[in-house]
């Protein structure tokens, strides 16, 4: 992957060939975290012995992806990757070839590259985005460091 990891679950004693494929995204930007929270917990749960996650995972293939943009995660707590671009937009329309749905700069969004990789690769029949309220309502400038806000 270019950017971002991504977790499998599914039961591998069963074949894919007739499972759904789920992709589950987040952490577009830095300060939703609690979008990275609930896939944690919900790779947990698909992880657990409970029924249902079992029952999931006999039926699906769950593709999580916690943090997409892990500049923003660990260095910053902002929507814009290394390059200053947010990648859950891909920073404006012009940016992309609308005609052949792709990315026209790649490598300055490894992102977005990663996600569509996933898509590409997997082909699947649900792609979710999970968002989450922002830490960083203050401007970047009026912030006293990473660890507090305000």
């Known amino acids: 992957m270019c950017s971002s990891d991504l977790l499998k679950v599914t039961n591998s004693s069963v074949p894919d060939d007739d499972k759904q494929i789920i992709v589950i995204a987040a952490m577009h930007g830095g300060p939703e975290r609690c979008g990275t929270t609930t896939l944690m917990h919900l ?40 390059n200053g671009i947010d990648p859950y937009t891909g920073g404006q329309a012009e940016n992309w070839d609308l005609q052949t749905m792709t990315y026209k700069q790649p490598d300055k969004v490894p992102e977005i590259k990663a996600v569509l990789s996933v898509i590409d690769q997997y082909q699947p029949d649900v792609f979710a985005d999970m968002h989450g309220a922002a830490l960083n309502p203050i401007p970047r400038e009026k912030r006293n460091g990473r660890s507090r806000y305000g």
Not at 52 to 80: G, S
Request: aromatic content about 10%; proline content about 8%.
């Open 43 to 82: 790779a947990q749960w698909l992880l657990s012995d409970d029924p249902a996650a079992a029952e999931t995972r006999r039926k699906q293939v769950v593709l999580v992806m916690p943090i997409v943009n892990p500049y923003a995660f660990f260095v910053t707590d902002d929507m814009l990757n290394s």
